[in-house]
């Protein structure tokens, strides 16, 4: 693949991707993009803090609340799981349980479960299982990514 980069004197900053079919490579330059470009507003201890996607390891829905987890932060969330799920489907976010959505990026090792669960350990160490339900999907969309390369 060729790339041109090109410093402006003025105007606004501009990324320009150019592809004959959409590739895996292609699709991770577009993810990069869209998740640099999407922040979210959490809360801690009643101060709101901007949050960077590409930093999320997962978000996780506890008694009715959404939380963020990032390597050393955890922070509540003013949205939903579903509206989550909506908004960072195309950023390599992946709905992994019935509570639970997790950053693909951020899965260091898969391990196969029984009952067709999957241990999926994060940068941090943390395991988190994928349940049976969406393990089906996760496995297509790993195979997807793996086929396209």
Same mark, same amino acid.
């Given at each position: 693949?060729?790339?041109?980069?090109?410093?402006?004197?003025? +105007?606004?900053? !501009?990324?320009?991707?150019?592809?004959?079919?959409?590739?895996? !490579?292609?699709?991770?330059?577009?993810?990069?993009?869209? &998740? *640099?470009?999407?922040?979210?507003? +959490?809360?801690? @201890? /009643?101060?709101?803090?901007?949050? *960077? =996607?590409?930093? =999320?390891?997962? =978000? !996780?829905?506890? @008694?009715? &609340?959404?939380?963020?987890?990032?390597?050393?932060?955890?922070?509540?969330? %003013?949205?939903?799981?579903?509206?989550? *799920?909506?908004?960072?489907?195309?950023?390599?976010?992946?709905?992994?349980?019935?509570?639970?959505?997790?950053?693909? %990026?951020?899965? %260091? &090792?898969?391990?196969?479960?029984?009952?067709?669960? =999957? @241990?999926?350990?994060?940068?941090?160490?943390?395991?988190?299982?994928?349940?049976?339900?969406?393990? &089906?999907?996760?496995?297509?969309?790993?195979? /997807? +990514?793996?086929?396209?390369?």
């Amino acid at each position: 693949m060729k790339y041109v980069i090109n410093q402006i004197s003025n +105007g606004e900053n !501009e990324v320009i991707v150019n592809y004959i079919d959409m590739t895996s !490579e292609i699709e991770r330059i577009i993810n990069f993009i869209k &998740s *640099e470009q999407t922040k979210l507003i +959490g809360l801690k @201890d /009643k101060v709101q803090k901007v949050i *960077e =996607i590409s930093e =999320i390891l997962y =978000i !996780e829905s506890v @008694d009715g &609340s959404t939380f963020a987890y990032m390597e050393t932060d955890v922070l509540k969330l %003013d949205y939903t799981l579903v509206q989550l *799920e909506q908004l960072l489907n195309d950023i390599n976010f992946f709905r992994s349980s019935k509570s639970m959505i997790i950053n693909i %990026d951020k899965v %260091d &090792s898969l391990r196969s479960l029984p009952s067709n669960r =999957i @241990d999926a350990r994060l940068v941090n160490g943390e395991h988190i299982i994928i349940s049976r339900t969406y393990a &089906s999907d996760f496995r297509r969309i790993l195979k /997807k +990514g793996a086929s396209n390369e």
